[in-house]
């Protein structure tokens, strides 16, 4: 029998240790390789540090432990597409154990697939990276990470468990437990609908529980937006939408969709790093990016807070607080909502930021690109407003708790565990 020969690794081993990537977003210039190197020379807990004699480029199967699989069920060898993603066919075998049955995403990354377990008996979401080098070494960073996650986080209740992982016609595969929809594509299928402020408290505590657990691990996820938080079950109700009362009944945008669990987890673990000195090349995505990142002050912890803070005003309102593409712009909406920056950090912006500061202010509205740029931040409200127009209850306690993790010094922004204690997520509100 004609044998595949695809390379399989165990959970508790990896087999070398790449460099840390920059966040490869659309909108994200790459890091200078200088400001990388996250794992290098580093133990990551308990996990089997990669052997530190290969390059990069002996990366290949023939260089690691093969297990023979049998062809039987496999598909055809294709040629990846031009951006080199893995192609395939609805009902192909990926390797001898998984049956492709769905595709649920594709990103920069790569794709991601549903697929049958013929093993566990059990669906699962493998992640299927481009057979490029950088995504492939990203990957297996975010493997190591996942694996330390896991070591910790006993009860799986915070971060995506990772079932497997193993090395498939050039494309590492990540198996994970398969979840529901992000927070993102909840709200997108909801048109944009806001969630109820009780969830909002719930899914916000998790997050922020899951945030702390990273940060005593010494991990900044830095890529913090509701497309990395999934609803762990796809389920929910259809409730009247009373602030569409005025429609009719038959119309089904009278009613919005409500998740039937506020339980979640985070994902996406490719753009993690261990807190160092000096770290001021590029993270996060745009909306989510906090002011010391684009400012070049450098960052640490405080710029996950900063997303998180975003990420509730979003699940409060339906839409992204900071809907813009263009630096500048970006502060300006800050200001707009938050109030002045402070002098003090506009005086240490780096070279790549002092355009956008003029005799110690920011250079607005007269560094503005156009008058729709102008428009776009004048319509924007104070946060407090903000929260009043979507927030029935709670909106005094939730509007300083976002203050608190919205506040433009990362010093003085809140902790993880500070905002865990704040009077939002206290027992009083849980018994209304």
């Not at 040629?79 to 009902?91: M, P, V």
């Not at 987890?265 to 090349?281: C, L």
Request: aromatic share 10%; glycine share 6%; hydrophobic share 35%.
């Amino acid at each position: 029998m004609e044998m595949e020969r695809v390379t399989e690794f165990p959970l508790t081993h990896l087999d070398r240790r790449p460099r840390k990537r920059a966040r490869l977003g659309w909108d994200v210039p790459q890091a200078p390789k200088a400001q990388v190197g996250l794992f290098c020379g580093q133990d990551v807990g308990n996990v089997t540090s990669f052997a530190p004699s290969r390059a990069p480029s002996d990366y290949t199967t023939s260089s690691l432990f093969v297990k023979s699989v049998a062809r039987n069920g496999s598909p055809p060898w294709r040629e990846d597409d031009k951006d080199g993603h893995y192609t395939f066919a609805l009902g192909d075998s990926l390797t001898s154990r998984y049956k492709i049955h769905s595709k649920m995403g594709e990103g920069t990354f790569g794709q991601v697939l549903e697929c049958w377990d013929r093993e566990r008996k059990e669906m699962v979401a493998i992640k299927i990276v481009r057979g490029i080098k950088k995504y492939r070494e990203a990957a297996m960073i975010e493997i190591e990470v996942l694996q330390q996650l896991a070591k910790h986080d006993k009860g799986g209740n915070r971060c995506v468990q990772i079932r497997n992982w193993f090395d498939y016609r050039n494309h590492i595969c990540i198996v994970f437990e398969k979840l529901g929809p992000s927070l993102y594509d909840f709200l997108r299928k909801n048109n944009y609908r806001s969630f109820p402020i009780d969830l909002v408290r719930e899914i916000g505590r998790q997050l922020l529980e899951c945030i702390a657990f990273m940060h005593d691990l010494s991990l900044i996820h830095t890529d913090l937006k509701p497309e990395n938080v999934l609803l762990v079950s796809s389920e929910y109700s259809k409730v009247l939408d009373y602030k569409g009362s005025s429609r009719s009944p038959k119309d089904s945008s009278y009613y919005k969709r409500v998740p039937k669990s506020s339980a979640i987890k985070v994902i996406d673990f490719g753009s993690t790093t261990y807190e160092r000195q000096d770290q001021n090349y590029i993270v996060s995505t745009r909306h989510y990016r906090a002011p010391e990142v684009i400012l070049g002050l450098g960052w640490s912890y405080p710029c996950d807070i900063w997303s998180v803070g975003c990420i509730l005003v979003e699940l409060c309102t339906g839409e992204a607080l900071f809907q813009t593409h263009e630096n500048l712009e970006h502060l300006a909406m800050m200001e707009r909502v938050l109030g002045p920056l402070p002098s003090q950090m506009l005086k240490r912006v780096d070279r790549h930021a002092e355009k956008y500061v003029r005799r110690g202010k920011l250079d607005w509205p007269e560094g503005a690109t156009s008058r729709d740029s102008m428009k776009a931040v004048l319509k924007l409200p104070r946060l407090q407003n903000l929260i009043m127009q979507h927030v029935d209850h709670s909106a005094g306690d939730l509007i300083h708790l976002l203050q608190g993790l919205l506040r433009y010094d990362p010093m003085d922004r809140l902790t993880a565990r500070d905002a865990l204690r704040h009077p939002f997520f206290s027992r009083d509100h849980l018994r209304r």
